[in-house]
């Protein structure tokens, strides 16, 4: 399809494993962004690419987050020695420029045991 | 500061019944922009609309307005005639001119009864 995907959809690992989420975004979208939901909770902000320009990673709680963007395409985010506190499902989302509407994938729903 | 607040956590209506979500927001900068999503059960937010600080004029699409008021620093949505279709949690966001970083609110759950 033509949205953006994510995978796996999925993923339940044990304390301190390290987990790899993958985005693929619409072809074309120049911005990309990494949320994290928490189970009945609003969105929040993790990471975001915008081309070749310096990613702002403001939002990332801990050095154990990282996430690269090749160019305009995949992405990555990647959480080593995970926590039980990072259970939660990782939304990716892309739009074409700046300020404009976001186009959400369905998401990794993360579960730390 | 930036802060977006939707102090409804849940609403339940019954069908037909118009329902409106509030969203308050929190910034010192003078151009931004603001955004309703919806999340329905599926899981996937859906964009329903886009506002700019300086376009204060009420949006009507269907169902759905949208009341954007600067001096009270809202921008709350209508639903009018609600249907079950309608039933998701609805996220108001704000997003800075030249920081394009995104807050969310902690989004109001609407649930529309037959």
């Known amino acids: 399809g033509a949205g953006v995907s994510q995978s796996p959809s999925n993923k339940v690992t044990e304390k301190g494993k390290d987990v790899e989420l993958r985005c693929d975004p619409i072809?074309?979208?120049?911005?990309l962004y990494w949320y994290r939901q928490r189970l009945g909770q609003g969105l929040e902000f993790l990471i975001y690419?915008?081309?070749?320009?310096?990613?702002?990673k403001s939002g990332l709680p801990s050095d154990r987050f990282s996430a690269e963007r090749t160019g305009e395409s995949v992405s990555t985010l990647t959480i080593q020695r995970t926590q039980q506190e990072d259970s939660a499902v990782y939304l990716c989302?892309?739009?074409?420029?700046?300020?404009?509407?976001?186009?959400f994938g369905p998401g990794t729903r993360l579960t730390v045991l | 500061a930036q802060k977006v607040t939707q102090a409804q956590t849940e609403i339940s209506v019954v069908e037909k019944e118009d329902v409106t979500l509030d969203c308050v927001y929190e910034?010192?900068?003078?151009?931004?922009?603001l955004f309703w999503y919806k999340q329905p059960p599926s899981g996937e937010l859906v964009f329903l609309i886009r506002?700019?600080?300086?376009?204060?004029q009420n949006e009507i699409s269907g169902r759905y307005s949208w009341n954007f008021q600067k001096s009270t620093s809202s921008f709350n949505f209508t639903i009018t005639a609600s249907q079950v279709v309608d039933s998701a949690v609805y996220f108001c966001?704000?997003?800075?001119?030249?920081?394009?970083?995104?807050?969310f609110g902690s989004g109001t759950k609407l649930n529309v009864k037959p």
């Open positions: 989302a892309s739009s074409f420029g700046d300020y404009n509407e976001q186009f």
């Open positions: 072809s074309g979208h120049t911005a």
């Open positions: 690419f915008q081309g070749n320009s310096a990613p702002d």
């Open positions: 910034t010192r900068d003078t151009t931004y922009y």
């Open positions: 506002r700019n600080s300086f376009d204060e």
């Open positions: 966001a704000l997003c800075l001119y030249n920081f394009n970083k995104f807050y």
